[in-house]
T-cell receptor
């Protein structure tokens, strides 16, 4: 158990719908990352939040958005869903070191949410 | 741009033999290189990582080597066991304006044959 929790574990919905995935980081971690993993594919970085603010964006579609709340949990919103959005969505968290330390650090992954769009 | 190439995509070895997975990265600013193991339907789990100020790191049967000049890093698993069967992902981290971004390779499906 990494200490990162994600809900729900599974989600089945129809095309055109909107869903919200939730992530709670490890205690003390300020950074949250979202990744998409399609069938037999690698992990695609979507977006990073640090202490409530967006820090980095990857290949995130305009139909997708995210936010991090004051209690540090994060939500990923997926709208106008398409069949191709079916995937495993992982959240990860990390301890963010102060600026100037030079190196990055381990990301701990949650169990994922499996989204199926029918 | 940022890119991580991972080879091979599949690897099958006999139990007890060694397995080697190789990755190359494109961004010379990358400074952190984790390796993750992912079993079917489960979350990626970190198995070993290396930072750019080190050339090699070992943890029991697992080792990682880094060649910064060639922008190349490798995972070595010795004395393989059936429970090593999984998909392995390499990644390279870059820091952009204070934000950390992990770029993953496409994964290697490792099968250990008893």
């Amino acid at each position: 158990d990494s200490g990162v929790t994600q809900t729900p574990k599974h989600l089945i919905t129809a095309t055109g719908q909107r869903v919200t995935l939730r992530c709670s980081p490890r205690s003390g971690d300020l950074s949250v990352y979202w990744y998409q993993q399609s069938l037999d594919q690698g992990l695609q970085f979507l977006i990073q939040y640090y202490n409530g603010e967006e820090r980095a964006k990857g290949n995130i579609l305009e139909r997708f958005s995210a936010q991090q709340f004051p209690d540090l949990h994060s939500e990923l919103n997926l709208s106008s869903l398409e069949l191709g959005d079916s995937a495993l969505y992982f959240c990860a968290s990390s301890v963010s070191l102060p600026e100037g330390t030079g190196f990055d650090n381990e990301q701990f992954f949650g169990p994922g949410t499996r989204l199926t769009v029918l | 741009g940022e890119n991580v190439e991972q080879h091979p995509s599949t690897l099958s070895v006999q139990e007890g033999d060694s397995a080697v997975i190789k990755c190359t990265y494109s961004d010379s600013a990358s400074n952190y290189f984790p390796w993750y193991k992912q079993e079917l339907g489960k979350r990626p789990q970190l198995i070993i990582d290396i930072r750019s100020n080190v050339g090699e790191k070992k943890d029991q049967r697992i080792a990682v080597t880094l060649n910064k000049t060639a922008k190349h890093f490798s995972l070595h698993i010795t004395e393989t066991q059936p429970e090593d069967s999984a998909v392995y992902f390499c990644a390279a981290s870059i820091r952009i304006q204070g934000a950390q971004k992990l770029v993953f390779g496409q994964g290697t499906r490792l099968t250990i044959n008893p």
